[in-house]
């Protein structure tokens, strides 16, 4: 496939959060690619919306530092993927989730166990 236009990693908008890089398309959507593609050597983004292409052209060394999404750090110090999220309670107040097992005794249920939030 042909490439629609070079452009500089300078000249597109970078979302820090998402870690992607986007460039307005011809199309009305806009090229995306991943900070973590680029360090991969990828230099094309592409338009989810047509056929068009761009390359980009950068320098691995100027790219900003990329993080690791903290599921894929392979820590598994948590038991539950719950435990500890952050929840917005009924008053609208942040606060963190803390899961809990207690044993309860409900033979009419036949349940030795209840996780409680």
Do not use: W
């Not at 338009?47 to 761009?54: H, N, Y």
């Not at 790219?63 to 392979?74: A, F, H, I, Q, S």
């Amino acid at each position: 496939m042909s490439i629609y236009e070079e452009v500089e990693i300078e000249d597109l908008d970078y979302d820090p959060h998402t870690q992607i890089y986007t460039y307005p398309c011809p199309c009305g959507d806009k090229f995306t690619i991943s900070l973590e593609a680029l360090y991969d050597g990828e230099d094309i983004a592409t338009c989810p919306s047509c056929t068009l292409r761009i390359e980009i052209i950068y320098d691995e060394e100027n790219l900003p530092p990329l993080r690791k999404d903290d599921d894929d750090d392979g820590d598994d110090d948590e038991e539950d993927g719950d435990e500890g999220k952050e929840e917005v309670n009924e008053e609208g107040e942040r606060g963190e989730t803390k899961e809990e097992e207690i044993d309860v005794d409900l033979p009419t249920v036949g349940m030795k166990s209840l996780a409680v939030r």
